[in-house]
């Protein structure tokens, strides 16, 4: 399985920017996706899901309004819209897979429940300069 993010960048604040994340070796559809970030001196947090239908999304509070998550199970992509941008989005960001049976995804709140998903990529650097 290989997941790979692209899309990231330096980006003034108020700019936008759209993060992709293609998966290759599952079969997508099985699998809600999530999109998490890490910035330096700070845990490793997740941002937003979508579940494979894209029937259900989440969003961290601090992003919503701001990111739109979407994908296209034809093309085994997931996308992250990042709109308004701020400082405090600098990260890197980080796009994983959980295999989920259900129609629906939840943004992990605890290390040990971000560990469970299944795959992950490698990240894309997000810095948003003032």
């Known amino acids: 399985v290989q997941v790979m993010e692209s899309g990231g960048g330096l980006v003034q604040t108020g700019g936008s920017l759209r993060l992709s994340c293609t998966a290759s070796?599952?079969?997508?559809?099985?699998?809600?996706m999530g999109w998490f970030r890490k910035a330096p001196g700070k845990e490793r947090e997740g941002v937003s899901c979508i579940s494979w239908s894209g029937s259900s999304t989440r969003y961290k509070d601090s992003v919503r309004g701001r990111f739109t998550i979407s994908r296209d199970n034809a093309k085994n992509t997931v996308y992250l819209q990042m709109n308004s941008l701020k400082p405090e989005d600098t990260a890197m960001y980080y796009c994983?897979?959980?295999?989920?049976?259900?129609?629906?995804?939840?943004?992990?709140?605890?290390?040990?429940?971000?560990?469970?998903?299944?795959?992950w990529g490698q990240g894309t650097q997000v810095t948003v300069s003032s």
């Open positions: 070796g599952l079969t997508f559809d099985d699998y809600s």
């Open positions: 994983a897979a959980d295999f989920s049976s259900s129609d629906a995804c939840f943004i992990p709140t605890t290390a040990r429940d971000t560990d469970e998903w299944n795959f």
